[in-house]
Every structure is written in C-alpha cells, then in structure tokens.
Nanobody, 115 residues
Framework: QVQLVESGGGLVQPGGSLRLSCAAS????????MAWYRQAPGKQRDLVVF???????NYADSVKGRFTISRDNARNTVYLQMNSLKPEDTAVYYC?????????WGQGTQVTVSS
C-alpha cells in the first residue's frame, strides 16, 4: 500500500550533477517529513538531508552548498539536486518518510561518481 520509489541514480563524473526523485503513494504526503539517506558498502546509513512539511531543511555538513532538497506536495514527490559531485558521494541513496510513529523506506537508487 505504502510505496516510496526512487529514480534518477546513475554514473556521473566528478564535478557533475544528478537529480534524484522519490515518488510517494499511500501516505498523506504533505504531513510527512521527508529525507534522503545514503549508504556506501561497509558503512552505516547516514542522513543526507531532511525537509519538514513546513519546508524547513537540515543538511549534513558533507553536502552543504552542493545538494538541495525540495518537495512538490501536489505531486507527492521529493527531489534531491546534487551538484559538484565527488567520489565520496558514491552510495545507495534512500528515500525516507516519517510522521510519528509511521516511518517508510524506499528501495534505494545507486549513485556512482567516478572518472
């Protein structure tokens, strides 16, 4: 019933850009805080950024100034614009939705930054 479907991942060169999308269904989207997490092989899953229903945001220091989160409540979609990509950004990126006590995870999409 509840689905978070990520898209937009792929292979890019260092310094390049990529835009991820997460389409949600089965939730009242506008009431949820949405977030992007990422996980590299052998490492923990870390928060990249979140955006509340009211539009406030919080970015990890490693992506500040390079990544931008946005949401379109009319389309039940959250986006992650990634610019100036670095090899260290390589990871599986996961969409996350939370409205206490409910939480949901997407399947993940691979982002690889390599020359």
């Amino acid at each position: 019933q509840v689905q978070l479907v990520e898209s937009g991942g792929g292979l890019v060169q260092p310094g390049g850009s990529l835009r991820l999308s997460c389409a949600a269904s089965g939730i009242i989207f506008s009431t949820y805080t949405m977030a992007w997490y990422r996980q590299a092989p052998g490492k923990q899953r870390d928060l990249v950024v979140f955006i509340t229903g009211g539009g406030s945001t919080n970015y990890a220091d490693s992506v500040k100034g390079r990544f931008t989160i946005s949401r379109d409540n009319a389309r039940n979609t959250v986006y992650l614009q990634m610019n100036s990509l670095k090899p260290e950004d390589t990871a599986v990126y996961y969409c996350y939705a939370r409205n206490f006590p409910s939480t949901h995870w997407g399947q993940g999409t691979q982002v690889t930054v390599s020359s």
